[in-house]
């Protein structure tokens, strides 16, 4: 069984920064693609920002210049660095990652449980 667990959301001023956190866990063999995902009230899931094990990073176009993903993989964790915050960017926000649990098994998606991120003052 495999489990995401999210961490650094929060409460941020416009301008001001936080960083989000996803860990993997369980029985993995290779993590692939990472992503970070986000949802406001009534709106759609949106690609925030998707970061493949080989590749190139994509950027939704409303956060470029302004966020930043990275990944670890020895510890089968996604960063997301999130700067110069805006109010428009207060949502939930999901990462998601493709887990194969084995050497032979097929990719499958898995997603964490979703962490607030609001921007007020």
């Known amino acids: 069984q495999v489990q995401l667990v999210e961490s650094g959301g929060g409460l941020v001023q416009p301008g001001g920064s936080l960083r989000l956190s996803c860990a993997a866990s369980?029985?993995?063999?290779?993590?692939?693609?990472m992503d970070w995902y986000r949802q406001a009230p009534g709106n759609e899931r949106e690609l925030v920002a998707g970061l493949p094990r080989s590749g190139s990073i994509k950027y939704g176009d409303s956060v470029k210049g302004r966020f930043t993903i990275s990944r670890d993989n020895a510890k089968n964790t996604v960063y997301l660095q999130m700067n110069s915050l805006k109010p428009e960017d207060t949502a939930v926000y999901y990462c998601?990652?493709?887990?194969?649990?084995?050497?032979?098994?097929?990719?499958?998606?898995?997603w964490g449980q979703g962490t607030q991120v609001t921007v007020s003052s």
């Open positions: 998601r990652m493709e887990i194969a649990t084995t050497l032979t098994s097929i990719k499958v998606d898995y």
């Open positions: 369980g029985s993995i063999f290779r993590v692939y693609a």
